[in-house]
């Protein structure tokens, strides 16, 4: 193993790790705070507007192990898909979150998870702010770094200059270092190794379990995805599929 790969792999786990140790209060809370939703029949919207951000709501989505009643919000505004660039104008633009939560019909009573690890950008503190106006609970999946540091000023900046974590009902931290990439390599003088998408995805897996857990302990059986690559995946899948398929916009 190279220098780098191991420096890198450390940064990984050590994050990892912080996650794990330091943030399962928070995690605990937004837990019971999603059992409750999927108690009512209610859905798990979730949300990571901008860029890669957007990695964290398709990651729980159909996913073997995952929560079944998570409602991912991928606008095409800001998926790298339909334009790395044209994502990160779309990110920039304040107001534009509203009409994405409109489009999704995100309503009073729901719960909206909003993943975005560095958490200053106009579409990710409108949601927070949307949240707010509408009497949604949110659970937001960020860190602190970039809220810290970059200006209050800065074109990646809300026009507020406020920060997700300052806004939602409850803050996971993700600890994602600033600058997001880790790795010096010689000559370059960008660092590489980006972490972020292995925050937002650690975090929001351990929120799953953590969700189970909660309903078990309440006498609810956990609506969980089982591979469709296995034998018996459509089979045991087929409950869930029935039971959400004209909710979910994206599981369709």
């Known amino acids: ?31 019971t705070i999603l059992a409750q939703a999927v108690i009512e029949d209610k859905l798990i919207n979730v949300i ?24 991912p919000i991928l606008d095409p505004g800001t998926i790298l898909m339909f334009g790395a660039k044209r994502s990160n104008y779309i990110e920039r633009t304040p107001g534009y979150a509203k009409a994405v ?34 009497g949604v609970t949110s659970i937001g999946i960020t860190s602190t770094s970039f809220g810290q540091h970059v200006p209050k000023d800065a074109p990646s900046r809300h026009p507020s200059g406020k920060n997700l974590y300052e806004l939602v009902d409850v803050f996971i ?21 980006p972490t972020s998408t292995y925050c937002n995805a650690f975090a929001i897996n351990l929120l799953m379990i953590r969700t189970a857990e909660k309903l078990y302990a309440m006498g609810v059986k956990p609506p969980v995805w089982t591979s469709a690559n296995l034998p018996e995946g459509d089979q045991l899948n087929k409950q869930y599929e029935e039971k959400y398929f004209s909710r979910i916009k994206h599981l369709r």
């Open 48 to 71: 990571g507007p901008g860029g890669h951000s957007n990695l964290a709501a398709e990651e729980v989505l159909w996913r073997a192990g995952g929560l079944a009643p998570v409602n």
């Open 173 to 193: 931290n993700n600890y994602l270092p600033l600058g997001d990439a880790v790795v010096e390599v010689e000559g370059i003088q960008q660092k590489m190794g």
């Open 101 to 134: 939560l409109d489009s999704y019909e995100i309503k009073k009573g729901d719960v909206l998870v909003i993943v975005n690890a560095y958490g200053i950008n106009a579409m990710t503190i409108d949601c927070a702010l949307e949240c707010k106006a509408r």
């Open 1 to 31: 193993m190279s220098k780098t790969s191991k420096f890198y792999l450390e940064t990984i786990v050590s994050i990892l790790k912080q996650i794990e140790e330091k943030e399962q209060e928070s995690i605990d809370r937004a837990a």
